[in-house]
Protein backbone atom coordinates (compact mmCIF):
# COMPACT_ATOMS: atom_id res chain seq x y z
CA UNK A 1 0.00 0.00 0.00
CA UNK A 2 0.88 3.58 -0.71
CA UNK A 3 1.65 5.19 2.87
CA UNK A 4 0.28 9.10 3.70
CA UNK A 5 4.46 9.96 2.88
CA UNK A 6 3.63 9.10 -0.34
CA UNK A 7 0.63 11.04 -1.57
CA UNK A 8 2.55 14.17 0.51
CA UNK A 9 5.41 13.75 -1.39
CA UNK A 10 2.98 13.74 -4.77
CA UNK A 11 1.76 17.07 -3.44
CA UNK A 12 4.28 19.07 -2.93
CA UNK A 13 6.31 18.65 -6.48
CA UNK A 14 2.62 19.53 -8.03
CA UNK A 15 3.01 22.55 -5.91
CA UNK A 16 6.75 23.07 -6.76
CA UNK A 17 5.97 22.22 -10.54
CA UNK A 18 2.93 24.65 -10.75
CA UNK A 19 4.77 27.52 -11.28
CA UNK A 20 7.33 26.43 -14.10
CA UNK A 21 4.25 24.79 -16.18
CA UNK A 22 2.79 28.62 -16.17
CA UNK A 23 6.12 30.04 -17.07
CA UNK A 24 6.55 27.94 -19.94
CA UNK A 25 3.56 27.89 -21.32
CA UNK A 26 3.41 32.25 -20.86
CA UNK A 27 6.88 31.47 -22.96
CA UNK A 28 5.46 29.29 -25.83
CA UNK A 29 3.71 32.59 -27.26
CA UNK A 30 5.38 33.83 -29.80
CA UNK A 31 5.06 36.74 -31.67
CA UNK A 32 6.35 37.45 -34.86
CA UNK A 33 7.63 41.32 -35.72
CA UNK A 34 9.03 42.47 -38.77
CA UNK A 35 10.80 45.63 -38.80
CA UNK A 36 11.34 47.17 -41.71
CA UNK A 37 14.07 49.65 -42.38
CA UNK A 38 14.43 53.03 -44.52
CA UNK A 39 17.61 52.33 -45.80
CA UNK A 40 21.15 50.22 -45.22
CA UNK A 41 21.80 48.79 -42.67
CA UNK A 42 24.99 51.13 -42.00
CA UNK A 43 23.14 54.04 -42.51
CA UNK A 44 23.53 56.52 -39.24
CA UNK A 45 21.29 55.96 -36.43
CA UNK A 46 19.94 52.88 -37.75
CA UNK A 47 21.69 50.31 -35.06
CA UNK A 48 21.03 51.98 -32.34
CA UNK A 49 17.40 52.40 -33.47
CA UNK A 50 17.19 49.08 -34.17
CA UNK A 51 18.45 48.13 -31.00
CA UNK A 52 16.87 49.76 -29.00
CA UNK A 53 13.67 48.96 -30.13
CA UNK A 54 14.30 44.93 -29.87
CA UNK A 55 15.47 45.95 -26.21
CA UNK A 56 11.89 47.32 -25.86
CA UNK A 57 10.25 44.01 -27.10
CA UNK A 58 12.28 41.72 -25.73
CA UNK A 59 11.53 43.17 -21.80
CA UNK A 60 8.23 42.34 -21.91
CA UNK A 61 7.83 38.97 -20.36
CA UNK A 62 3.87 38.48 -21.20
CA UNK A 63 5.33 36.52 -24.29
CA UNK A 64 8.88 35.74 -26.73
CA UNK A 65 8.90 37.98 -29.49
CA UNK A 66 10.53 36.83 -32.71
CA UNK A 67 12.08 39.80 -34.51
CA UNK A 68 13.68 40.04 -38.03
CA UNK A 69 14.69 42.93 -39.17
CA UNK A 70 14.97 44.10 -42.72
CA UNK A 71 16.52 46.98 -44.77
CA UNK A 72 15.66 49.40 -47.97
CA UNK A 73 18.58 49.82 -50.08
CA UNK A 74 17.06 52.31 -52.91
CA UNK A 75 20.06 54.72 -52.68
CA UNK A 76 22.31 51.68 -53.71
CA UNK A 77 20.81 49.44 -56.13
CA UNK A 78 18.43 52.09 -57.69
CA UNK A 79 14.53 50.79 -58.70
CA UNK A 80 15.86 47.33 -58.81
CA UNK A 81 15.73 47.56 -54.71
CA UNK A 82 12.08 47.20 -54.37
CA UNK A 83 11.03 44.57 -56.65
CA UNK A 84 14.08 42.63 -55.09
CA UNK A 85 12.95 42.95 -51.47
CA UNK A 86 9.25 42.45 -52.12
CA UNK A 87 10.44 38.41 -53.86
CA UNK A 88 12.65 38.34 -50.64
CA UNK A 89 10.19 38.51 -48.22
CA UNK A 90 7.60 37.06 -50.08
CA UNK A 91 9.65 34.15 -50.30
CA UNK A 92 11.31 34.24 -46.41
CA UNK A 93 7.50 35.08 -45.07
CA UNK A 94 5.74 32.52 -47.37
CA UNK A 95 4.96 30.28 -44.05
CA UNK A 96 5.26 32.76 -41.54
CA UNK A 97 2.78 35.12 -40.29
CA UNK A 98 3.99 38.21 -38.83
CA UNK A 99 2.07 39.51 -36.44
CA UNK A 100 3.34 43.17 -36.41
CA UNK A 101 5.28 45.42 -38.92
CA UNK A 102 6.99 48.53 -37.77
CA UNK A 103 8.42 50.61 -40.73
CA UNK A 104 10.94 53.10 -39.94
CA UNK A 105 11.46 55.87 -42.25
CA UNK A 106 9.32 57.50 -44.85
CA UNK A 107 11.16 54.72 -47.52
CA UNK A 108 10.13 51.76 -45.54
CA UNK A 109 6.18 53.33 -44.74
CA UNK A 110 5.56 53.55 -48.21
CA UNK A 111 6.91 50.14 -49.40
CA UNK A 112 4.89 48.28 -46.49
CA UNK A 113 1.31 50.58 -47.32
CA UNK A 114 2.22 49.61 -51.25
CA UNK A 115 3.03 46.18 -51.14
CA UNK A 116 0.75 45.16 -47.62
CA UNK A 117 -1.95 43.25 -49.21
CA UNK A 118 -0.17 41.71 -50.94
CA UNK A 119 2.31 40.81 -48.63
CA UNK A 120 1.14 41.10 -44.73
CA UNK A 121 -2.94 41.40 -45.42
CA UNK A 122 -4.40 42.62 -42.35
CA UNK A 123 -1.22 42.90 -40.58
CA UNK A 124 -1.16 45.77 -38.20
CA UNK A 125 1.65 48.27 -38.60
CA UNK A 126 3.31 50.98 -36.62
CA UNK A 127 5.56 53.85 -38.35
CA UNK A 128 8.09 56.27 -37.76
CA UNK A 129 8.44 58.94 -40.25
CA UNK A 130 8.43 62.87 -40.83
CA UNK A 131 5.54 62.13 -43.66
CA UNK A 132 2.42 60.89 -42.72
CA UNK A 133 0.58 58.45 -44.80
CA UNK A 134 -2.20 59.60 -46.79
CA UNK A 135 -5.76 58.33 -45.86
CA UNK A 136 -4.77 58.08 -41.62
CA UNK A 137 -6.75 61.53 -40.32
CA UNK A 138 -9.77 60.44 -42.32
CA UNK A 139 -10.19 56.74 -41.28
CA UNK A 140 -9.57 55.24 -44.56
CA UNK A 141 -6.15 53.66 -44.02
CA UNK A 142 -6.93 50.85 -41.38
CA UNK A 143 -4.98 49.14 -38.84
CA UNK A 144 -1.54 51.87 -39.06
CA UNK A 145 -0.76 54.20 -36.60
CA UNK A 146 2.67 55.46 -35.22
CA UNK A 147 4.98 58.40 -34.27
CA UNK A 148 5.38 61.29 -36.41
CA UNK A 149 9.03 62.50 -36.96
CA UNK A 150 8.73 66.02 -37.57
CA UNK A 151 11.49 67.63 -39.17
CA UNK A 152 13.08 69.96 -36.80
CA UNK A 153 14.89 72.14 -38.82
CA UNK A 154 13.61 75.51 -38.62
CA UNK A 155 13.42 75.36 -35.11
CA UNK A 156 17.10 74.43 -35.15
CA UNK A 157 17.87 77.43 -37.17
CA UNK A 158 15.56 79.99 -34.40
CA UNK A 159 17.80 78.43 -31.92
CA UNK A 160 20.75 79.23 -33.85
CA UNK A 161 19.93 82.78 -34.52
CA UNK A 162 19.19 83.69 -30.71
CA UNK A 163 22.22 82.15 -29.14
CA UNK A 164 24.22 83.89 -32.29
CA UNK A 165 21.81 87.19 -33.25
CA UNK A 166 24.51 89.34 -34.97
CA UNK A 167 23.91 86.44 -37.51
CA UNK A 168 23.42 87.87 -41.22
CA UNK A 169 24.07 85.04 -43.12
CA UNK A 170 22.79 81.09 -42.89
CA UNK A 171 24.89 78.88 -45.70
CA UNK A 172 22.70 75.62 -45.51
CA UNK A 173 24.72 72.47 -46.73
CA UNK A 174 22.47 70.37 -48.17
CA UNK A 175 22.99 68.59 -51.17
CA UNK A 176 22.07 64.81 -52.55
CA UNK A 177 21.61 64.90 -56.17
CA UNK A 178 20.68 61.49 -56.19
CA UNK A 179 17.74 61.93 -53.61
CA UNK A 180 14.73 63.32 -55.65
CA UNK A 181 13.66 66.40 -54.45
CA UNK A 182 15.83 66.34 -51.29
CA UNK A 183 17.10 70.16 -51.83
CA UNK A 184 13.75 71.38 -52.71
CA UNK A 185 12.29 70.51 -49.92
CA UNK A 186 15.17 71.47 -47.75
CA UNK A 187 14.89 75.24 -49.41
CA UNK A 188 11.29 75.48 -48.84
CA UNK A 189 11.58 75.10 -45.10
CA UNK A 190 14.18 77.76 -45.25
CA UNK A 191 12.89 80.10 -47.06
CA UNK A 192 10.88 81.73 -43.67
CA UNK A 193 14.59 83.17 -43.07
CA UNK A 194 14.96 84.90 -46.46
CA UNK A 195 13.37 88.05 -45.64
CA UNK A 196 16.20 88.54 -42.68
CA UNK A 197 19.21 86.48 -43.94
CA UNK A 198 20.66 86.17 -47.01
CA UNK A 199 20.61 82.03 -47.08
CA UNK A 200 22.98 80.30 -49.42
CA UNK A 201 23.00 76.31 -50.62
CA UNK A 202 26.26 74.12 -51.01
CA UNK A 203 25.80 73.11 -54.63
CA UNK A 204 28.79 71.76 -55.45
CA UNK A 205 29.83 68.27 -56.72
CA UNK A 206 32.83 67.52 -54.87
CA UNK A 207 34.13 68.40 -51.22
CA UNK A 208 36.94 70.22 -51.82
CA UNK A 209 35.11 72.84 -53.76
CA UNK A 210 32.97 72.89 -51.00
CA UNK A 211 35.10 72.92 -48.23
CA UNK A 212 36.86 76.26 -50.21
CA UNK A 213 33.57 78.17 -50.66
CA UNK A 214 32.91 76.85 -46.78
CA UNK A 215 35.83 78.76 -46.21
CA UNK A 216 35.16 82.26 -47.39
CA UNK A 217 32.17 82.73 -45.55
CA UNK A 218 32.03 85.93 -43.74
CA UNK A 219 31.95 85.87 -39.52
CA UNK A 220 28.53 86.92 -39.54
CA UNK A 221 27.74 83.71 -41.00
CA UNK A 222 26.23 80.52 -39.29
CA UNK A 223 26.18 77.04 -40.94
CA UNK A 224 23.42 74.32 -41.05
CA UNK A 225 24.12 70.85 -41.71
CA UNK A 226 21.90 68.77 -43.68
CA UNK A 227 23.15 66.22 -46.08
CA UNK A 228 26.19 66.54 -48.29
CA UNK A 229 26.39 63.21 -50.54
CA UNK A 230 28.01 64.09 -54.10
CA UNK A 231 27.57 61.64 -57.02
CA UNK A 232 30.47 58.88 -56.95
CA UNK A 233 31.22 55.91 -59.18
CA UNK A 234 28.49 54.00 -57.91
CA UNK A 235 29.32 54.32 -53.92
CA UNK A 236 26.22 55.94 -51.97
CA UNK A 237 28.23 58.95 -49.62
CA UNK A 238 25.79 58.42 -46.17
CA UNK A 239 24.73 61.99 -44.95
CA UNK A 240 27.12 62.32 -42.46
CA UNK A 241 30.67 60.55 -43.62
CA UNK A 242 32.17 64.25 -44.76
CA UNK A 243 30.53 66.01 -41.86
CA UNK A 244 33.93 65.62 -39.49
CA UNK A 245 36.06 67.06 -42.53
CA UNK A 246 33.81 69.72 -43.40
CA UNK A 247 33.38 70.70 -39.49
CA UNK A 248 37.16 70.93 -38.63
CA UNK A 249 37.29 73.85 -41.77
CA UNK A 250 34.31 75.54 -41.60
CA UNK A 251 35.28 79.09 -40.26
CA UNK A 252 31.99 79.65 -38.33
CA UNK A 253 29.66 77.16 -36.22
CA UNK A 254 27.53 74.44 -37.47
CA UNK A 255 24.36 73.37 -36.08
CA UNK A 256 22.46 70.38 -37.19
CA UNK A 257 18.97 68.83 -36.44
CA UNK A 258 20.19 64.75 -36.44
CA UNK A 259 21.87 63.90 -33.11
CA UNK A 260 23.94 61.34 -35.12
CA UNK A 261 25.37 64.43 -36.45
CA UNK A 262 26.86 65.50 -32.84
CA UNK A 263 29.93 64.61 -31.77
CA UNK A 264 31.41 64.73 -35.21
CA UNK A 265 31.78 68.29 -35.41
CA UNK A 266 28.24 70.33 -35.29
CA UNK A 267 27.29 72.77 -32.15
CA UNK A 268 24.05 70.98 -31.84
CA UNK A 269 20.17 71.94 -32.30
CA UNK A 270 16.96 70.97 -31.73
CA UNK A 271 17.53 67.13 -32.37
CA UNK A 272 15.40 63.82 -32.50
CA UNK A 273 17.06 61.14 -30.66
CA UNK A 274 16.59 57.70 -31.86
CA UNK A 275 16.66 56.01 -28.35
CA UNK A 276 13.74 57.60 -26.85
CA UNK A 277 11.77 57.21 -30.42
CA UNK A 278 12.70 53.32 -30.80
CA UNK A 279 11.21 53.45 -27.37
CA UNK A 280 7.96 55.33 -28.13
CA UNK A 281 7.48 53.21 -31.07
CA UNK A 282 7.77 49.73 -29.16
CA UNK A 283 5.37 51.06 -26.01
CA UNK A 284 3.18 51.36 -29.63
CA UNK A 285 4.42 47.94 -30.81
CA UNK A 286 3.56 45.97 -27.23
CA UNK A 287 0.19 47.80 -27.03
CA UNK A 288 -1.02 46.73 -30.62
CA UNK A 289 0.80 42.73 -29.76
CA UNK A 290 -1.37 42.47 -26.46
CA UNK A 291 -4.89 42.68 -28.64
CA UNK A 292 -5.44 46.63 -28.84
CA UNK A 293 -6.44 47.87 -32.28
CA UNK A 294 -4.25 50.19 -34.23
CA UNK A 295 -7.22 52.56 -34.16
CA UNK A 296 -7.68 52.90 -30.61
CA UNK A 297 -3.73 54.81 -30.76
CA UNK A 298 -3.97 58.03 -31.52
CA UNK A 299 -0.26 59.11 -33.61
CA UNK A 300 2.11 60.30 -31.55
CA UNK A 301 4.66 62.89 -32.04
CA UNK A 302 8.30 62.54 -31.85
CA UNK A 303 9.92 64.96 -29.21
CA UNK A 304 12.89 67.04 -29.81
CA UNK A 305 15.08 68.48 -27.26
CA UNK A 306 18.17 71.07 -27.68
CA UNK A 307 21.28 69.29 -27.45
CA UNK A 308 24.90 70.32 -27.64
CA UNK A 309 28.36 69.24 -28.16
CA UNK A 310 30.47 70.67 -25.23
CA UNK A 311 33.48 70.35 -27.09
CA UNK A 312 32.75 72.56 -29.91
CA UNK A 313 30.66 75.12 -27.15
CA UNK A 314 33.96 75.39 -26.30
CA UNK A 315 35.98 75.63 -29.42
CA UNK A 316 33.05 78.61 -30.59
CA UNK A 317 33.06 80.50 -26.62
CA UNK A 318 29.34 79.53 -26.51
CA UNK A 319 28.31 80.44 -23.08
CA UNK A 320 26.09 77.66 -21.40
CA UNK A 321 23.94 80.29 -20.11
CA UNK A 322 22.89 81.42 -23.66
CA UNK A 323 21.40 78.18 -24.11
CA UNK A 324 17.66 76.97 -23.74
CA UNK A 325 16.56 75.79 -20.17
CA UNK A 326 16.66 71.67 -20.44
CA UNK A 327 19.33 71.82 -22.91
CA UNK A 328 21.62 68.28 -22.88
CA UNK A 329 25.16 68.81 -23.30
CA UNK A 330 27.17 65.60 -24.36
CA UNK A 331 30.95 65.05 -24.54
CA UNK A 332 31.53 67.48 -21.69
CA UNK A 333 35.47 66.76 -20.95
CA UNK A 334 35.07 66.31 -16.81
CA UNK A 335 37.58 68.20 -14.74
CA UNK A 336 40.22 66.72 -12.76
CA UNK A 337 37.73 67.58 -9.92
CA UNK A 338 34.71 65.94 -11.25
CA UNK A 339 36.90 62.96 -12.28
CA UNK A 340 39.17 62.58 -9.32
CA UNK A 341 37.44 64.64 -6.42
CA UNK A 342 36.49 61.15 -4.51
CA UNK A 343 39.57 60.23 -4.21
CA UNK A 344 40.97 63.81 -3.74
CA UNK A 345 38.48 64.01 -0.96
CA UNK A 346 39.30 61.03 0.50
CA UNK A 347 42.98 61.30 0.21
CA UNK A 348 42.36 64.39 1.79
CA UNK A 349 40.74 62.79 4.81
CA UNK A 350 43.18 59.95 5.16
CA UNK A 351 46.14 62.75 4.66
CA UNK A 352 44.06 65.05 7.41
CA UNK A 353 43.73 61.77 9.76
CA UNK A 354 47.12 61.14 9.44
CA UNK A 355 48.62 64.65 10.16
CA UNK A 356 46.22 64.68 13.14
CA UNK A 357 47.59 61.50 14.73
CA UNK A 358 50.78 62.61 14.18
CA UNK A 359 50.61 65.79 15.66
CA UNK A 360 48.59 64.03 18.44
CA UNK A 361 51.88 61.70 18.53
CA UNK A 362 53.82 64.71 18.78
CA UNK A 363 52.02 66.36 21.35
CA UNK A 364 51.88 63.10 22.89
CA UNK A 365 55.66 62.49 22.64
CA UNK A 366 56.15 66.41 23.96
CA UNK A 367 54.34 65.48 26.87
CA UNK A 368 55.92 62.15 27.62
CA UNK A 369 59.67 64.17 26.99
CA UNK A 370 58.19 66.68 29.52
CA UNK A 371 57.20 63.88 32.06
CA UNK A 372 60.14 62.09 31.49
CA UNK A 373 62.29 65.53 31.82
CA UNK A 374 59.83 65.78 35.08
CA UNK A 375 60.20 62.64 36.26
CA UNK A 376 64.59 62.33 35.70
CA UNK A 377 64.26 65.98 37.81
CA UNK A 378 62.23 64.48 40.43
CA UNK A 379 64.51 61.37 40.54
CA UNK A 380 67.48 63.95 40.98
CA UNK A 381 65.74 65.98 43.84
CA UNK A 382 64.61 62.98 45.18
CA UNK A 383 68.06 61.53 45.11
CA UNK A 384 69.65 64.97 45.86
CA UNK A 385 66.74 65.05 49.05
CA UNK A 386 67.32 61.53 50.16
CA UNK A 387 71.25 61.97 50.20
CA UNK A 388 70.28 65.50 52.00
CA UNK A 389 68.12 63.93 54.48
CA UNK A 390 70.44 60.88 55.06
CA UNK A 391 73.42 63.56 55.51
CA UNK A 392 71.02 65.51 58.09
CA UNK A 393 70.08 61.79 59.54
CA UNK A 394 73.64 61.61 60.77
CA UNK A 395 74.59 64.81 61.59
CA UNK A 396 70.94 65.36 63.48
CA UNK A 397 72.51 61.99 65.52
CA UNK A 398 75.71 63.65 66.14
CA UNK A 399 74.03 66.89 67.37
CA UNK A 400 72.02 64.85 69.79
CA UNK A 401 75.11 62.81 71.27
CA UNK A 402 76.97 66.28 70.93
CA UNK A 403 74.28 67.66 73.06
CA UNK A 404 74.15 64.90 75.33
CA UNK A 405 77.48 64.97 75.51
CA UNK A 406 77.70 68.56 76.40
CA UNK A 407 74.70 68.06 79.07
CA UNK A 408 76.87 65.18 80.56
CA UNK A 409 79.47 67.30 81.15
CA UNK A 410 77.58 70.45 82.29
CA UNK A 411 76.29 67.82 84.83
CA UNK A 412 79.42 65.97 85.37
CA UNK A 413 81.21 69.08 86.03
CA UNK A 414 79.04 71.38 87.31
CA UNK A 415 76.41 70.16 89.26
CA UNK A 416 78.00 66.69 90.14
CA UNK A 417 80.90 68.76 91.46
CA UNK A 418 78.92 70.91 93.55
CA UNK A 419 76.94 67.88 95.29
CA UNK A 420 79.91 66.19 95.89
CA UNK A 421 81.30 68.87 97.53
CA UNK A 422 77.36 68.91 99.36
CA UNK A 423 77.81 65.44 100.55
CA UNK A 424 81.80 66.00 101.72
CA UNK A 425 80.48 69.42 103.92
CA UNK A 426 77.61 66.89 105.30
CA UNK A 427 80.00 64.38 105.85
CA UNK A 428 82.84 66.81 107.59
CA UNK A 429 79.49 67.83 109.67
CA UNK A 430 79.29 64.20 110.60
CA UNK A 431 82.23 63.67 112.23
CA UNK A 432 83.19 67.18 113.42
CA UNK A 433 83.10 67.77 117.33
CA UNK A 434 81.61 70.26 120.02
CA UNK A 435 79.21 72.18 119.26
CA UNK A 436 76.43 72.62 116.35
CA UNK A 437 76.44 75.79 116.83
CA UNK A 438 80.19 76.51 116.82
CA UNK A 439 81.76 78.97 114.55
CA UNK A 440 83.28 76.00 112.29
CA UNK A 441 79.91 74.07 111.89
CA UNK A 442 78.10 77.37 111.02
CA UNK A 443 80.90 78.00 108.53
CA UNK A 444 80.84 74.66 107.26
CA UNK A 445 76.79 74.97 107.02
CA UNK A 446 77.17 78.47 105.08
CA UNK A 447 79.65 77.06 102.52
CA UNK A 448 77.13 73.98 102.17
CA UNK A 449 74.17 76.30 101.57
CA UNK A 450 76.31 78.07 98.92
CA UNK A 451 77.36 74.86 97.19
CA UNK A 452 73.61 73.70 97.12
CA UNK A 453 72.82 77.47 95.91
CA UNK A 454 75.50 77.04 92.84
CA UNK A 455 73.91 73.02 92.19
CA UNK A 456 70.43 74.46 91.73
CA UNK A 457 71.83 77.63 89.75
CA UNK A 458 73.23 74.92 87.35
CA UNK A 459 70.11 72.70 87.21
CA UNK A 460 68.06 75.98 86.49
CA UNK A 461 70.32 76.69 83.93
CA UNK A 462 70.32 73.12 82.00
CA UNK A 463 66.39 73.10 82.30
CA UNK A 464 66.05 76.46 80.79
CA UNK A 465 68.22 75.93 78.04
CA UNK A 466 66.36 72.97 77.16
CA UNK A 467 62.65 74.56 77.61
CA UNK A 468 62.42 78.08 79.05
CA UNK A 469 59.19 77.70 81.49
CA UNK A 470 59.21 82.07 80.74
CA UNK A 471 58.25 81.16 77.21
CA UNK A 472 55.43 79.18 78.18
CA UNK A 473 54.68 81.60 81.50
CA UNK A 474 55.44 84.96 79.94
CA UNK A 475 55.17 84.38 76.01
CA UNK A 476 57.54 84.44 73.49
CA UNK A 477 58.65 88.46 73.96
CA UNK A 478 59.44 88.24 77.77
CA UNK A 479 61.30 85.02 77.40
CA UNK A 480 63.55 86.46 74.32
CA UNK A 481 64.08 89.72 76.94
CA UNK A 482 65.05 87.04 79.86
CA UNK A 483 67.71 84.60 77.72
CA UNK A 484 68.52 88.03 75.87
CA UNK A 485 69.93 89.17 79.85
CA UNK A 486 71.21 85.60 80.58
CA UNK A 487 73.38 85.50 77.53
CA UNK A 488 74.50 88.67 78.34
CA UNK A 489 75.29 88.18 82.04
CA UNK A 490 76.49 84.92 81.25
CA UNK A 491 78.98 85.18 78.42
CA UNK A 492 79.53 89.29 79.35
CA UNK A 493 78.85 90.75 75.71
CA UNK A 494 76.37 93.55 75.31
CA UNK A 495 72.78 92.32 74.54
CA UNK A 496 70.25 94.29 73.17
CA UNK A 497 66.46 93.56 72.49
CA UNK A 498 63.68 95.38 71.28
CA UNK A 499 60.48 94.39 70.82
CA UNK A 500 56.67 95.61 69.61
CA UNK A 501 53.71 95.00 70.55
CA UNK A 502 53.17 91.52 69.41
CA UNK A 503 49.86 90.09 70.66
CA UNK A 504 49.08 86.44 70.87
CA UNK A 505 51.24 84.27 68.86
CA UNK A 506 50.89 80.67 68.83
CA UNK A 507 52.97 78.04 70.71
CA UNK A 508 54.56 76.26 68.16
CA UNK A 509 55.99 79.67 66.28
CA UNK A 510 56.66 81.02 69.81
CA UNK A 511 59.49 78.26 70.69
CA UNK A 512 60.34 78.24 66.60
CA UNK A 513 61.56 81.90 67.09
CA UNK A 514 62.72 81.40 70.69
CA UNK A 515 65.21 78.24 69.32
CA UNK A 516 66.12 80.60 66.19
CA UNK A 517 67.05 83.20 68.50
CA UNK A 518 68.88 81.02 71.20
CA UNK A 519 70.77 79.16 68.51
CA UNK A 520 71.58 82.63 66.75
CA UNK A 521 72.83 84.33 69.99
CA UNK A 522 75.22 80.89 70.77
CA UNK A 523 76.39 80.58 66.99
CA UNK A 524 77.58 84.31 67.35
CA UNK A 525 79.09 84.36 70.84
CA UNK A 526 80.39 80.76 70.53
CA UNK A 527 81.73 80.46 66.50
CA UNK A 528 81.42 84.36 66.03
CA UNK A 529 82.90 86.16 68.71
CA UNK A 530 81.06 88.63 68.94
CA UNK A 531 80.84 91.49 71.60
CA UNK A 532 77.52 93.30 70.19
CA UNK A 533 74.09 91.47 69.05
CA UNK A 534 70.61 93.17 68.83
CA UNK A 535 67.50 91.30 68.56
CA UNK A 536 64.70 92.82 67.34
CA UNK A 537 60.88 91.39 67.30
CA UNK A 538 58.16 92.81 65.30
CA UNK A 539 54.54 92.10 63.58
CA UNK A 540 53.30 93.47 60.66
CA UNK A 541 49.78 92.36 60.08
CA UNK A 542 49.84 88.28 61.13
CA UNK A 543 53.49 88.03 60.06
CA UNK A 544 56.18 88.22 62.63
CA UNK A 545 59.13 89.05 62.17
CA UNK A 546 62.67 88.08 64.10
CA UNK A 547 66.01 89.40 63.04
CA UNK A 548 69.28 88.98 65.47
CA UNK A 549 71.91 90.76 64.21
CA UNK A 550 76.09 90.32 65.52
CA UNK A 551 79.31 92.22 64.72
CA UNK A 552 81.08 89.15 65.21
CA UNK A 553 83.89 87.33 62.37
CA UNK A 554 81.16 85.89 60.37
CA UNK A 555 81.47 83.25 58.21
CA UNK A 556 81.24 82.03 53.86
CA UNK A 557 77.96 81.07 53.62
CA UNK A 558 79.13 78.85 49.75
CA UNK A 559 82.01 76.94 51.64
CA UNK A 560 79.62 76.20 55.08
CA UNK A 561 77.39 74.81 52.88
CA UNK A 562 79.85 73.08 50.49
CA UNK A 563 81.76 70.95 53.01
CA UNK A 564 79.10 69.84 55.16
CA UNK A 565 78.98 72.26 58.06
CA UNK A 566 76.11 74.56 59.27
CA UNK A 567 73.76 72.22 60.80
CA UNK A 568 72.43 75.06 63.25
CA UNK A 569 71.75 76.71 60.14
CA UNK A 570 69.65 74.04 58.36
CA UNK A 571 67.87 73.66 61.86
CA UNK A 572 66.95 77.22 61.46
CA UNK A 573 65.69 77.06 57.90
CA UNK A 574 63.64 73.66 59.14
CA UNK A 575 62.33 74.92 62.22
CA UNK A 576 60.78 77.89 59.85
CA UNK A 577 59.44 75.83 56.85
CA UNK A 578 57.61 73.57 59.54
CA UNK A 579 55.35 76.61 61.12
CA UNK A 580 54.72 78.02 57.50
CA UNK A 581 58.11 80.34 57.82
CA UNK A 582 61.42 81.24 56.48
CA UNK A 583 64.60 81.98 57.70
CA UNK A 584 67.18 83.99 55.78
CA UNK A 585 70.46 84.01 57.09
CA UNK A 586 73.68 86.48 55.63
CA UNK A 587 76.89 86.40 56.47
CA UNK A 588 80.15 87.67 55.24
CA UNK A 589 83.68 86.87 56.30
CA UNK A 590 84.68 89.98 59.05
CA UNK A 591 81.11 91.18 58.37
CA UNK A 592 79.03 89.60 61.16
CA UNK A 593 75.87 87.66 60.37
CA UNK A 594 72.33 88.68 60.37
CA UNK A 595 69.45 85.72 60.86
CA UNK A 596 66.21 87.32 59.39
CA UNK A 597 62.70 85.10 60.57
CA UNK A 598 59.15 85.67 59.10
CA UNK A 599 56.42 83.19 60.15
CA UNK A 600 52.71 83.40 60.65
CA UNK A 601 52.12 84.62 64.41
CA UNK A 602 48.33 83.00 65.40
CA UNK A 603 48.45 79.29 62.83
CA UNK A 604 51.13 77.43 62.38
CA UNK A 605 52.20 75.30 59.16
CA UNK A 606 52.31 71.62 58.89
Given amino acids: MRGPLFFASLLAAALLTAPAQVQVRAQSVIKEVLILHGGPEAFPGTSVFDESLRAVLLADPAFQIDAHSEYLENEEFGETADPSLLEYLRIKFAHRHPDLVIANAAPAVAFVLRNRDELFPNVPVVFI ?64 FSPRLTVTFANEPSLPEMIAVLKTLPRDSLAFWVRYSPETNGRVIFPDEFLPEIAAAAPVPIYASLDTNLGKGVVGGMTRNNIPDSRQVGAMALRILKGQAPEGIPLEEAGVRPTFDWRELQRWGIDESALPPGSEIRYRVPTVWQLYGGYIVGALVVLTAQLVLIAGLLRERGKVRRAHQVIRASETSLRSSYQRIRHLAGRMIGAQEATRAEIARDLHDDVCQRLAHVSIGVSRLQHSPGDIQGPAPQQAFAQLGRDIGSALDGVRRLSHDLHPATLRLLGLAPALRIHCEEVAKRSGVEVQFSSDNIGAVHTDVAVCLFRIAQESLRNGIMHGDAKHLTVRLSREGDQLQLEVQDDGRGFDMSAVQGNGKGLGLVMMEERASLVGGSAKIVSSAGGGTTVHVVAPATQAGT
Fill in 129 to 192: SAVEPAGLRDGTLRGVTGVLRQLSQVETVDLALRIHPATRRLHVIAYAPAVAGFQERVKSAMAV
